[in-house]
């Protein structure tokens, strides 16, 4: 059974080969964004952060804690704007939130005193489809995670993993034009952490759409991606661009890391991004570099 996807869709994009053909083309273009702080001093987040996530494409980004990725993908979500440089989605600028966002967090963000099915329901309605509609398809949507004859239940009565699917259908029963995902499963435990990203893989080879995936486990962007982009401590930039060339399907995401293949590609990008952590340690801990 398939029980996570990821849906990120905008209509008449040039695609790559397997995209779907709602896909588009994500690209941050010299972007920067700085912040005042209490002390009104200016502070740099990100600077000239340029890469590229391709139709039917699934990117990871990965850099030392601080070093801006969540911050780049408030830009795309059009959550915030960026002081300098440009955003865009299929060819077009991001000015405010971005119209078809769905955004996926560590912690979920699932109403305690609503029921697991008025959860999912929720987004349909805020659109203007009426009760029956919105839970007729949410209750399609719980089937897909998995979690038929859960609907009633409460978010306090699930265990972490299940909470994470509701996430997942709730994110994915409006057909998001993008889906970002900020450490979906940082805050699983291994084994759980391992079937949620297997099954994410299983239904996102299916559909082919856009992912952007935020992770500190480089592992997990190696296992899951097909483009892995590593930032510096910050002021974040990007540094280097891999391009994962395991083929698909993928199958199991523990055993494609036993791959010689992998191995290689995981060194590859830990040379990169061991230098990055080491100096945002050595920052954050008053020690010389």
Known sequence: MTWVTSLLSVAAMSLTHGASPHSARVELNGVSKRFLTPSGDVFTAIQDVTFAVEPGQFCALVGPTGCGKSTSLSLVSGLDKPSSGTVSVGGTAVDGIADGVSFMFQTDALLPWKSVLANV?????????????AQASARDWLRRVGLAGFEDR????LSGGMRKRVAMAAALINEPRILIMDEPFGALDVQTKAIMSNEL???????????I??????????ALADRVVVMTSSPGTVKDIYDIDLPRPRGDV?????QPRFVELQRQIWRSLRDEVERAYAATAGVPA
């Open 213 to 222: 995936f935020i992770t500190h486990d480089l592992d997990e962007a190696v």
């Open 154 to 157: 409460y978010p306090h009565q």
């Open 254 to 258: 523990q055993e494609i890391r036993f």
């Open 121 to 133: 329901a929720l987004g349909p309605i805020f659109r203007g489809a009426s009760k029956r509609e």
């Open 201 to 211: 893989l299983a239904l996102w080879e299916q559909v082919r759409c856009s992912v």
